[in-house]
């Protein structure tokens, strides 16, 4: 992207749909597998990029509650490879200000898992250049629903009155709440499609769209969705 692009028009929050691994790894006759390492790869230099580029918030759908549902030889592979990547990219985060924050209900994942979560997390505290949010075990309807009971609970110990709920009321108590909505919604490897992602928070999100497969997108593909963010002309709705 060309240096001297208006900086109002970097979004302030990206959030990704990291898609394709398993078919890049097919198209090479490798593993499935193979493919989620490969795209560890990406991780790296679109954080990278995303630091470099002033973006404050990068969300990363990491995980969904779906895909829990996949052969337990591949769910085990992701698990071990997040704790993996934990221990090696953890430095680098930190050296680069990267905070690393999880969303998504922690219930399901084992111990080990759990306490890399807290490792990365704990390390990472305090990173004032961008905040890595990775969806993990998260899904919207999954979020929404969650939200809804524990509202619901308030409400049948009379702390809750239904005039108090309103939009910002709810998007102030999704797993999201720290995090403003994402300004660009990015997924890799041709479907198009959220997959149960961000669904509250995407509604006035641009959307982008690439066939690039995951293990494929470099800065330069990153820096085209920004390029393509940046043309776009944001309404909410109103007259211009
Ligand atoms: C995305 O890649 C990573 C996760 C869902 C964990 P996929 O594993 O879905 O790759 P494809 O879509 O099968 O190619
Ligand atoms: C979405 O990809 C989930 C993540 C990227 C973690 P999927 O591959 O699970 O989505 P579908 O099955 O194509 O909708
Ligand atoms: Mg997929």
Redesign the pocket.
Known sequence: MAQNSNESKIPQHVAII???????AQQRGLD?PE??IA?VESVRRVVKAAVNRGVRYLTLY???TE?WGRPAEEVNA?MELFCRSVIAEAPELKEQGVEVKLMGDRVAFSDKVNSYIDKIEGETAGGTNLTLVLAMNYSSRYEITDTVRQLVAQAAEGKLSPEQIDADYISAHLYSRNYPDPDLVIRT?GEYRLSNFLMWQAAYSELYFTPT??PDFDKTSFDEALEAYAQRNRRFGLVK
């Not at 990291?18 to 890049?24: K, L, P, S, V």
């Open positions: 990291m898609d394709g691994n398993g078919r890049w499935r493919g989620h795209g990491t995980f969904s895909n992701i490897g497969l995951w």
